[in-house]
């Protein structure tokens, strides 16, 4: 793995996830990803561009954002670091996996994660102290921690490899056919269920219609979702605090459409002209 920089890089800690009734050795983390960091560029709006580089092991693979219907969502904390004001992390576009019966949401063998630094004071480098939390998956999950440290200035060259990352993003549901869709709230027998129905066309050979409320404060679980023709419809239920009344912001609905092929992403329960 070429990672330009030579970085503080340790697995700080793990834990073996198995089905029930199922004895194995657990694998050494180490084994499973090795992590460094890409130092990239400054930006023309002076923020500095660098990724995280994991590499895993063949066929193991790790998960996006929102892991779909069963996974470990993975963890950023950069709390640690100095001379940082914000980080905007940017997902590159994932693929759909089935790994025990479920759909995950990740990447197979290699993940590039470009993250946006912007300093507290521009003259001077961020020191880049964070630690990631992750699941490598195959048919076992393993969790693991890793802490990447090191000093980021925006001094390094244009790094293809990050702005290859940049330019494979979720592309949009509308640009690939979206024509319809409708947003439900219905009461369930464990509190609300959120459900959106596309009418797009299929976009490969399993699909599966992620249905996200970021930022709404109430627990949720995605339920798998369906195709009948050219509708696919996606569900999650939401489980409101005791006392909190149901309700949501439509235009805060995300739906994510992820195949074997790539991701599509739409915002909000309106499809505009």
């Not at 892991?67 to 994932?94: F, K, M, T, Y």
């Not at 980021?152 to 990050?162: C, M, W």
């Not at 027998?189 to 596309?198: A, H, K, W, Y």
């Not at 489980?239 to 805060?252: E, F, H, K, L, T």
């Amino acid at each position: 793995m070429d990672i330009h920089t030579p970085i503080r890089a340790a697995v700080l800690a793990a834990a073996l996830m198995l089905p029930f009734g199922v004895q194995a050795q657990s694998p050494v983390p180490s084994d499973l990803v090795q992590a460094g960091i890409r130092p990239g560029w400054k930006s023309d709006s002076g923020t500095y561009i660098a990724a995280l580089h994991l590499k895993l092991s063949p066929d193991w693979i790790t998960y996006w954002r929102h892991p779909g219907e069963s996974g470990i969502a993975p963890r950023l904390d950069w709390g640690a670091s100095s001379n940082l004001a914000q980080v905007r992390v940017h997902w590159p576009e994932p693929r759909l996996f089935q790994k025990a019966g479920f759909n995950s949401i990740g990447y197979m063998n290699e993940l590039v994660l470009p993250v946006e630094l912007t300093p507290h004071d521009p003259g001077a480098p961020v020191i880049f102290d964070a630690t990631l939390s992750i699941g490598v998956c195959n048919d076992i999950c393993v969790p693991v921690d890793l802490r990447v440290r090191t000093s980021l200035n925006g001094g390094g060259p244009h790094d293809t490899i990050i702005a290859n990352a940049l330019t494979h993003r979720p592309g949009t549901a509308r640009g690939a056919g979206l024509h319809g869709l409708t947003c439900t709230l219905d009461p369930d027998s464990r509190g609300l269920r959120l459900s959106v129905q596309m009418d797009i066309p299929s976009t490969g050979n399993q699909e599966f219609l992620l249905v996200e409320l970021p930022d709404h404060g109430l627990r949720s679980h995605v339920l798998p979702s369906h195709r009948e023709g050219g509708t696919i419809t996606g569900q999650t239920r939401l489980r409101p605090a005791s006392g909190q009344v149901g309700g949501i912001d439509r235009s805060s609905v995300r739906v994510s459409l992820v195949s074997e092929n790539g991701t599509l992403s739409h915002q909000g329960c309106s499809v505009l002209p």
